[in-house]
């Protein structure tokens, strides 16, 4: 699923004198790094300056391949299944979380996110301390990333 361009985005937007809105949820239309996103809001389709939010999808199964947010907070709640986080230099920590849980993730630190159900999606709330969404992330060096690009 490539991901939408900026009218795209723009087209489920409604705003009326400062407030600015998608109603249910907008479509799911865009995808990053295996995880699937709810059109949401951030600069791309509102004037936000400092904020971006959206509703994530990771598949079954998947991997989210180790990344960092670089110079933003992200702030997670999940609404529907299990996630591991392997995080930290050489993603050496590991912490599990499931529907109901708030995560804070401090700018800079390495972290690979895990499906843990083979038929059940994880779904979260994604709020960002940046108008850009992912414009900002860089790759960190993962195992699983390296073992999936040998077997294409």
Sequence with gaps: MPSATQEELQKFVEHHKGLWWVRGGGPTNRSWNGIRYKTGLSGKNSPAQALSM??????????????????????????????????????????????????????????????????EPVV???????????????????????AAQRDV
């Design 54 to 119: 959206n509703v994530a999808s990771v598949p079954p199964g998947a991997i989210a391949y180790a990344h960092i947010h670089d110079g933003f907070e992200v702030m997670l709640f999940i609404l529907q299944g299990r996630v591991r986080h392997e995080y930290g230099p050489n993603l050496e920590y590991s912490v599990e979380h499931e529907a109901g849980d708030f995560i804070f993730i401090e700018p800079g630190v390495p972290h690979e996110v895990f499906n843990l159900s083979d038929s």
């Design 124 to 146: 979260a709330v994604v709020a960002r301390s940046t108008p850009d969404e992912w414009d900002k992330i860089v790759d960190y060096p993962s195992k699983y990333r390296d």
